[in-house]
């Protein structure tokens, strides 16, 4: 089992910047990757950014490209997602997601309102 815990959520005006992160904890010797999701309301959830566990790669919804940058420290079993210039559509509960073999395992979310 994986645990994961986010934080940093919070009201923000648009144009400015917040700092999530997620502590990963239990079985994460064999995580390999993760995730930020995000679900406004009314809406499904949908992905942001994902990061491999191992080498670092990563990818973004073309919505956050240039704004978002996830990033990760493996030693703390801790992921990041900065994320600069928001807007209003940013509006959502932001959820951390890892793989794990064939697992998928998830944060309770934590929620980020911009407002313009």
């Known amino acids: 089992q994986v645990q994961l815990v986010e934080s940093g959520g919070g009201l923000v005006q648009a144009g400015g910047s917040l700092r999530l992160s997620c502590a990963a904890s239990g079985r994460t010797f064999s995580i390999t990757a993760m995730n930020w999701f995000r679900q406004a309301p009314g809406k499904e959830r949908e992905f942001v950014a994902a990061?491999?566990?191992?080498?670092?790669?990563?990818d973004y919804a073309d919505s956050v490209k240039g704004r978002f940058t996830i990033s990760k420290n493996n030693a703390k079993n801790t992921m990041y997602l900065q994320m600069n210039s928001l807007k209003p559509e940013d509006t959502a509960v932001y959820y951390c997601?890892?793989?794990?073999?064939?697992?998928?395992?998830w944060g309770q979310g934590t929620q980020v309102t911009v407002s313009s």
């Open positions: 997601n890892a793989k794990r073999g064939g697992g998928d395992y």
């Open positions: 990061i491999r566990w191992s080498g670092g790669s990563t």
